[in-house]
């Protein structure tokens, strides 16, 4: 079967055309969207940003994300473990939040740069 | 406590009694269902001080309109609130718009308006500095006392005022029943009971429903309050110099037409129309059908408007009698010292004070002694921020460091403005509070990046909540709730 | 009141502002100074917090908060100077800027030369006169994004969405996310107004439907009138009116608001820019100079852009332009005027100069159009054609053209039929 899709890799958006079987990504201007096809097919993943608590900074919420897409089943899961995250500032950007979540190879790290008030 | 007046309602005319009766050694109170001042009619409406030339002569609405007229003008330098007295024009351009003119130059001369002028030509007009008004208009009847005001500032002053000499003002206070018991009134209200020895009724599109309750089973003697909406486009500031006064259309029987003003802050004001079709007593919408013919009918005075420039559009509810072209002001037949204020539609505002001094006539008619105060303190509305000059603003900053730090960017208002508006006689409690006093979010982006900031403001400064942060109205909650499962 | 003196005086820091440093300031410029109003540098990318950015400019892929600090970064240990919390009141076309603080009060600052780099705003509600109750629960998407990613505040838990901007589909699936249900995006327009990857992941990924051809024509409010409580759309014709009949009701806590972005201008114009009707930003020469000598700009003041990376590329040849103009002055010699053509809406920049090989002109089509050529013509000659599979309105486009081709006084770019 031939399924479609928007490559999300760049702002591009190359319409995508995967045959579930061969696993064969046409439509695709680069490598990138290539493996983006067939991980839709197979596995799909997102890269998810979300934000966690954060004590003494002059805000009371960090950026946070994955530092590398994960399954995209994950996604709701994911942030109901965000939400039982608290930082103290001061944090800068790669700082890891959580450590190879859900026993996968995917880190959450902090994305903006807080310091203490 | 009782008190010797009760007033019920504070908008313009409710704030202009109050302030006025602050001056005698009367104990009043002022009964507001709302969270704040101006909440209702007198804080979307033209924003206009009519010359007065309009009113039939005789009536009320004349006589108060021209009075009112020039003690706005008087008070707005004393309590320094935004006015400006920038004259309006009645435009027109064939014969029958000429003969409508002169009839209304005569009605303004009779009403006792000052320096009115019929301009007969072109180029009269446009030598006041029109140049942008549709080309076949040729006449025009000049009022030079017309003037524009902040309405919200205004009746905010007012009412300080009042408070400030000693009156009582109630907020969130809704007026459930009125009792006449012995020579006095009891009101049941949502904070309890009230009592007073005379009750003004100044409840606007509610007067109706204020009256109904102390008239009892005499309900049916009531007049009736029929709510007409009016539409209004607000633009840029950019658009602010297309008129130079305010451009009135010729009345003709198919209503007033709709009028084009720079606002006292720089904008461009457009509208209104008129529809009591679809109005009802509190809900303020805008409809497609009213804004089409708000742009389709002002574009016959002033072709070049640009509505894509428009940044907020609103729209106000006016109090118009059923049967009755005139204010009805007097102590009602039925119930003996309970005074009605009813039917303020247009030229309400205008009139203001003017309402006092009547409330004080009336209370003296029925017998009550007035003695006027021996110090009476009057509170002056601060200067915005951006209005000081260079060594003022460096002053203030130095006295409080908040003074430097512009929250609002479209309007540059500093933060120790919102920080004072929090702290005021009346203070503000919500965003539109805020807006109204210091005026916060009244630009370009209409509080899109400003809001978040005085939303944490309010909650710092006052010690509330995230869910006690309103919009508006008590209850209109800017957030619903925090993230990250935090309560 | 103090007065100082720089050499460069940069308004905003920005993705625009800390290029525009960056540039600057690896053009020999030393004496630079950013001014910023809020507390800390990054501008809009600091509540920007999803990724997507950085992959023309750093080939990889960051978040906005990210990609603020590669720049902050980038400038750190240089001489370039920041003053934060720091708002600029005035602008004056001789350069003198009015600044204010509450650590340093009122200040005046001359720059030997000016960068705008103030953003842009987002337009509200009144810029497209929704009709309906006025009540609370009508934000911006950019506030409500402001509300949630810095503040940690939910506007709403049931949401209508208007505009198919980026800002909208990101805000789509951010409140997703976050626990609030999305019952629709509503674009006025057949197509939508983002990226398609946005559309995919933000919409698509949630099963959140996207209402092409509608439009909000009713905000009803609930019985206390305090919040929204419905909000109606409708199918609109082909001139975009509503169609009677048409009308889907939701019941929800929230619209908000992605219908366009407005280039903040008041300082410009203050200080005398001419603005061009188009863009609603400053009409530039291709150095990024405004029609005021010595004042430049770059990124969303200059022209709403969608990707960040072309802000930080306009903003590093703002510099550039600058530092020329501190170095030799202004630049002499006859300019060529870029006109819009058929199917395109606008270009920028607006005036050629003499100086250099070539210039990069950017615009927006007016309408998607497939199987296309993009033209530059002088007089008749076409100077370059680029052909197109697809070309959208909300993707920039931009067409590179050699000076020595333009022999008129005027290069028109437009879109054909290939």
Not at chain 3, 57 to 69: D, I, M, V
Not at chain 3, 272 to 300: H, M, Q, W, Y
């Amino acid at each position: 079967m031939i399924k479609e899709f928007v490559c999300i890799s760049c702002p591009r958006g190359c319409n995508l055309k995967v045959d579930t079987e061969t696993l064969k990504v046409e439509g695709n201007s680069c490598p990138r969207g290539e493996a983006y096809g067939k991980a839709e097919v197979t596995n799909p993943v997102r890269t998810i940003t979300s934000t966690v608590k954060i004590k003494g900074a002059e805000s009371p919420r960090v950026s946070v994300r994955t530092d590398k897409p994960i399954s995209k089943q994950l996604m709701f899961k994911v942030m109901e473990e965000l939400d039982k995250v608290e930082l103290k500032a001061p944090c800068k950007v790669g700082d890891i939040v959580i450590k190879g979540i859900f026993g996968t190879d995917v880190n959450i790290v902090v994305t903006k740069e807080m310091k203490g008030v | 406590m009782k008190y010797d007046v009760a007033i019920i309602g504070a908008g313009i005319t409710g704030s202009s009694i109050a302030f006025e009766l602050s001056k005698y050694d009367l104990k009043v109170v002022l009964l507001e269902r709302e969270n704040d001042v101006a909440m209702k009619t007198t804080k979307a409406n033209s924003a206009i001080i009519h010359a007065g030339y309009d009113p039939k002569e005789g009536t009320k609405m004349a006589r108060l309109n021209v009075l009112g007229s020039s003690l706005i003008h008087d008070y707005a330098e004393k309590l320094n609130f935004h006015y400006k007295q920038i004259g309006s024009l009645v435009v027109g351009r064939n014969e029958k718009d000429h003969e409508i003119i002169d009839k209304l130059f005569e009605r303004g001369n009779k009403n006792g308006v000052p320096n009115l002028k019929v301009l007969k030509t072109r180029k009269e007009i446009e030598d006041l500095g029109e140049t942008n008004l549709h080309e076949d208009i040729d006449y025009a009847l000049y009022a030079p006392s017309a003037a524009i005001v902040s309405p919200w500032e205004m009746c905010l002053s007012f009412a300080e005022n009042a408070v400030k000499n000693g009156v009582a003002l109630k907020l969130n206070c809704k007026v459930n029943d009125i009792t006449k018991v012995g020579d006095s009134f009891e009101i049941e209200t949502s904070l309890g009971k009230v009592e007073s020895d005379y009750v003004i009724n100044a409840a606007g599109t509610h007067a109706d429903d204020i009256y109904k309750l102390v008239l009892k089973e005499k309900a049916d003697k009531s007049f009736t309050i029929v709510p007409s909406r009016g539409e209004y486009y607000l633009l840029d500031k950019d658009e602010g110099n297309l008129v130079h006064h305010v451009i009135f259309q010729t009345p003709t029987e198919m209503g007033k037409g709709v009028l084009v003003s720079q606002t006292v802050h720089g904008n461009l004001i457009v509208g209104p129309d008129a529809d009591i079709n679809n109005a009802t007593k509190d809900c303020v919408h805008n409809t497609s059908k009213s804004m089409a013919y708000v742009r389709s009918t002002s574009v016959l005075s002033v072709p070049s408007i640009s509505f894509g420039s428009n940044i907020r559009n609103f729209a106000g509810i006016r109090a118009t009698l059923k049967e009755y072209d005139d204010f009805l002001i007097e102590e009602s037949n039925e119930v003996k010292g309970f005074i009605n204020f009813a039917g303020i539609k247009s030229p309400g505002l205008s009139c203001g004070p003017a309402f006092g001094l009547e409330a004080v006539e009336i209370l003296k008619g029925i017998g009550v002694q007035l003695n006027k105060k021996k110090d009476y303190e009057y509170v002056r509305r601060p200067t915005f921020f951006k209005d000081l000059s260079d060594d003022e603003k460096l002053e203030m900053i130095k006295k409080d460091s908040r003074y430097g730090q512009v929250i609002c960017r479209c309007e540059t208002v500093t933060e120790g403005e919102i920080i004072h508006a929090m702290h005021e006689i009346i203070p503000a409690r919500t965003l539109d509070g805020i807006k109204r006093r210091v005026n916060s979010g009244m630009g370009r982006c209409q509080g899109g990046f400003c809001g978040p900031k005085i939303f944490e403001l309010l909650m710092e400064e006052l010690h509330l909540s995230y869910d006690q942060i309103y919009q508006d109205r008590e209850g209109s909650q800017v957030v619903v709730c925090r993230t990250k499962g935090e309560n | 009141m103090n007065f100082l003196n720089v050499d460069l005086l940069i308004i905003g820091g920005g993705p625009a502002g800390l290029a525009a440093a960056y540039g600057a300031y690896n053009a020999g410029i030393r004496d630079i100074l950013i001014v910023e109003r809020d507390h800390r540098l990054g501008g809009i990318l600091n509540q920007c917090i999803h990724n997507g950015f950085g992959l023309h400019r750093f080939k990889e892929e960051l978040t906005g908060p990210e990609y603020a600090q590669r720049y902050i970064d980038m400038l750190k240990d240089t001489s370039v100077k920041v003053v934060s919390d720091s708002m600029v009141l005035d602008l004056s076309a001789d350069r003198v800027a009015t600044i204010m603080s509450s650590k340093e009060g009122l200040r005046k600052i001359q720059g030997k030369a000016v960068v705008l780099a103030m953003g842009c705003r987002e337009r509200s509600r009144g810029a497209i006169s929704i009709p309906g109750d006025r009540v609370a629960g009508v934000y911006t998407a950019g506030a409500a994004q402001k509300y949630c990613n810095i503040d940690g505040y939910l506007v709403g838990k049931r949401v209508v969405i208007l505009g198919s901007g980026d800002i909208g589909l990101i805000m789509a699936r951010r409140m997703t996310l976050e626990g609030a249900k999305v019952l629709a995006d509503v674009e006025l327009m057949p197509y939508s107004n983002g990226l398609n990857r946005n559309i995919a992941q933000c919409l698509n990924d949630f099963d959140i439907p996207l209402y092409l051809s509608h439009t909000v024509t009713d905000i009803i409010a609930d019985e206390d009138n305090k919040r929204v409580k419905k909000v109606v759309i409708s199918k609109v014709d082909e001139n975009r009116r509503p169609i009677p009949g048409s009308e889907v009701e939701f019941e929800c806590d929230t619209l908000l608001l992605s219908v366009g972005l407005i280039p903040e201008n008041e300082l410009s114009t203050k200080a005398g820019v001419i603005l061009d009707k188009r863009t609603r930003g400053p009409l530039v020469k291709d150095n990024l100079e405004t029609s005021v000598e010595g004042i430049f700009a770059c990124g969303n003041v200059l022209q709403v852009h969608d990707l960040v990376d072309n802000v930080s590329a306009e903003g590093e040849r703002a510099g550039l332009g600058a530092a020329n103009f501190i170095n030799n002055g202004e630049v002499k010699g006859d300019l060529v005027e870029a006109v819009p053509g058929e199917g395109v809406s606008y270009l920028c920049p607006q005036l050629i100069t003499k100086e250099g090989e070539y210039v990069d002109l950017f615009f927006r089509v007016r309408t998607p159009t497939s199987n296309c050529k993009i033209v530059a013509k002088v007089g008749d000659k076409v100077v370059r054609s680029i052909p197109k599979i697809k070309v959208i309105p909300s993707e920039m486009e931009s067409i590179r053209i050699k000076k020595a081709d333009l022999l008129d006084k005027k290069v028109v770019v437009q879109l054909e039929a290939k």
